[in-house]
T-cell receptor
Framework: DAGVTQSPTHLIKTRGQQVTLRCSPKSGHDTVSWYQQALGQGPQFIFQYYEEEERQRGNFPDRFSGHQFPNYSSELNVNALLLGDSALYLC???????????FGSGTRLTVV | DAKTTQPNSMESNEEEPVHLPCNHSTISGTDYIHWYRQLPSQGPEYVIHGLTSNVNNRMASLAIAEDRKSSTLILHRATLRDAAVYYCIRGGSNDYKLSFGAGTTVTVRA
């Protein structure tokens, strides 16, 4: 049983560009969350999607947006990339509230 | 705002138990206590979670104080694979995010 799958694993972008990261949740999971993890820090919550809608959002600017598809997969889009957006982006899925989340291995984004 | 307090680091010997404390003195009655761990170069991994009663699973045990202001994650026999950063997280019933703090870095000596 595949867990959470994220693509790509690594990505290098230039400042000002836009990027799209993808996530396939674990089978049976309908809730997807995205996190940003800077080097040496704990993950920071970006937002969560459920039933194709953003259910909760963390303290991130509007440059960060997302989408959830009918098959529960999700995308994270970041516009106008800044050097400070360089981080590991993690996707986590869950079958519902108060269940444990399964995390993917992340996408390492480097902005130059 | 992680809302929990953990020691920065702990060391253990292989095959010995590890007790990881967590303080969450401002916890509300509906907040769950979650534990995740993160091995180097990997995403966080779910360990265990609970509300009021002590919880056990194949990975660990979670002992929750009677007043719920603190809890302890217990790894019964540490292995080298248990070396990781362990995060204690409060989760509200209407709060879907996991608020990670700095966690406790666990080192296991062979």
């Amino acid at each position: 049983d595949a867990g959470v799958t994220q693509s790509p694993t690594h990505l290098i972008k230039t400042r000002g560009q836009q990027v799209t990261l993808r996530c396939s949740p674990k089978s049976g999971h309908d809730t997807v969350s995205w996190y940003q993890q800077a080097l040496g820090q704990g993950p920071q919550f970006i937002f969560q999607y459920y039933e194709e809608e953003e259910r909760q959002r963390g303290n991130f600017p509007d440059r960060f947006s997302g989408h959830q598809f009918p098959n529960y997969s999700s995308e994270l889009n970041v516009n106008a990339l800044l050097l400070g957006d360089s981080a590991l982006y993690l996707c986590a899925s869950s079958p519902g509230v108060n269940y444990g989340y399964t995390f993917g291995s992340g996408t390492r984004l480097t902005v130059v | 705002d992680a809302k929990t307090t953990q020691p920065n680091s702990m060391e253990s010997n292989e095959e010995e138990p590890v007790h990881l404390p967590c303080n969450h003195s401002t916890i509300s009655g509906t907040d769950y206590i979650h534990w995740y761990r993160q091995l180097p170069s990997q995403g966080p991994e779910y360990v265990i979670h609970g509300l009021t009663s002590n919880v056990n699973n194949r990975m660990a045990s979670l002992a929750i104080a009677e007043d719920r202001k603190s809890s302890t994650l217990i790894l019964h026999r540490a292995t080298l694979r248990d070396a990781a950063v362990y995060y204690c997280i409060r989760g509200g019933s209407n709060d879907y995010k996991l608020s990670f703090g700095a966690g406790t870095t666990v080192t296991v000596r062979a």
